[in-house]
């Protein structure tokens, strides 16, 4: 980003196979939870013992009687909470805001990366079970090597936290507190049937688990076990993690024969205040100049489709039309940084080319940058919301109205330039 700054964070999707049945041996049964027998009770039953950390405790009291309330045994939250104390180092990262953003085609650049592509394009080829989970669920075997790539490097990266401790950690802290507790109760659960034991349970920092990334409330309602051995092991079997994923994107809306996005172009002139904006077919965004970029048509299932323009770098970079399966892979992790990188990943394991236009090199904006803008956009009339630096969709929608009516390029991407030129305005106005 050595021109232009931005700010935008994560999808992105393939063709897909037709359905039919799963032949043997990677059959797996209905996607519900398996039942087990929740071991006995091995201890009794006793408040948690004090860490020391006087909110840290005072959280420990009172979400003790939660989990009970939620179903767990009290004598599995008073096992698994005995002894527990915070982890610093999750606490530091979940407050980490960086100094400068990662320019988006800085990200994109590093997640497609020749030697990753390489790896997934044999993957889709050599993982077993991979025909039969795209034909059950109907989503994309290179989308979900594409998943299986930025979420743990194939598999090789997975986390070695403590669920238990990192959720705890994050619930005590407060700022995260209600989506820390319902993971941590999903976990408590996990534990308490009997299905994996607490030493099963490690991932990232933020309670992410397995091959796929999974946290425990979403393993809870859509793990499944894909290879057919009883158990929903998305830490050891590939094939029960990439079932999960496709379980977990069928269940969010997958269309099964639409693609994710086509990459287009626009004509000179083109209302780029139309971003981020109406989500139409592709024949309504033909009338106002756009083109597939490859200059081939779309497919019948993808004519009919609404998609969302994008411009993630600007008007001088690549351009993209959204279509429904990418607020899918947005289910998954809700950024179009990563949703783009797992879409365009998904379209060069199946091999096609890389984009039409490149990325541009782009000029990373600082916290003290992005807050000087939102700031001043407030100051001039244009409401960001909180001027927190993160330049998300309401900073955007601000930045394209103030644009527009300066007479402008409107394509809410924020430079050191326009910057600049805001911090001048709002302080002369």
């Not at 004519?303 to 969302?308: D, L, Y």
């Not at 103030?402 to 709002?426: F, M, N």
Request: charged share 20%.
């Amino acid at each position: 980003m050595s021109r232009r700054g931005s700010l935008f964070v994560v999808l992105a999707l393939a063709g897909c196979a037709s359905p039919g049945p799963v032949p043997a041996p990677y059959a797996p049964p209905p996607p519900a939870a398996p039942v087990y027998a929740p071991p006995a009770p091995s201890l009794p039953v006793a408040p948690p013992t004090a860490s020391g950390d006087m909110t840290f405790d005072a959280w420990s009291q009172g979400f003790f009687g939660r989990a009970v309330q939620a179903g767990i045994p009290a004598d599995v939250v008073a096992r698994e909470m005995a002894g527990l104390t915070p982890l610093p180092r999750v606490s530091s990262l979940d407050s980490r805001q960086p100094e400068f953003s990662k320019p988006v085609s800085d990200y994109i650049r590093g997640v497609t990366s020749a030697d990753r592509i390489a790896i997934g394009q044999r993957k889709r080829f050599e993982t077993a079970g991979l025909a039969d989970i795209e034909q059950r669920y109907g989503v994309p075997r290179d989308v979900l090597v594409g998943i299986w790539a930025m979420e743990s490097g194939f598999g090789a990266i997975q986390g070695d936290f403590d669920v238990i401790r990192s959720m705890a950690t994050l619930a005590a802290d407060g700022r995260r507190r209600a989506f820390a507790e319902e993971q941590l109760i999903a976990a408590l659960r996990l534990i308490a049937s009997g299905e994996f034991t607490r030493a099963r349970l490690r991932g990232s920092w933020a309670g992410a688990m397995g091959q796929t990334q999974f946290i425990p409330a979403t393993f809870l309602a859509t793990a499944v076990d894909g290879d057919g051995d009883g158990r929903r092991d998305i830490w050891g079997s590939s094939v029960d993690a990439l079932a999960s994923a496709a379980n977990l994107l069928s269940k969010a809306g997958w269309v099964r024969g639409q693609g994710w996005a086509r990459e287009v172009t626009a004509p000179p002139g083109f209302d780029f205040s139309l971003t981020e904006g109406p989500r139409e077919t592709p024949a309504w965004w033909a009338e106002r100049g756009l083109r597939p970029a490859d200059g081939l048509g779309w497919s019948a299932a993808d004519q009919g489709a609404k998609g969302q323009l994008v411009a993630p770098a600007g008007a001088s970079g690549p351009l993209f039309l959204l279509l429904p399966n990418h607020f899918v892979i947005r289910r998954y992790n809700n950024s179009l940084a990563y949703a783009l990188g797992v879409g365009l990943l998904a379209d060069r394991f199946a091999g096609a080319g890389p984009l039409i236009t490149a990325w541009p090199q782009e000029v990373p904006l600082s916290l003290a940058d992005r807050m000087t803008a939102q700031r001043a956009l407030a100051r001039l009339g244009f409401d960001p919301g909180p001027a927190d630096g993160v330049v998300g969709l309401g900073t955007r929608t601000a930045l394209r109205g103030w644009q527009k009516q300066r007479g402008l390029t409107a394509d809410g991407y924020l430079t050191p330039q326009l910057v600049q030129r805001l911090a001048a305005e709002a302080g002369a106005a």
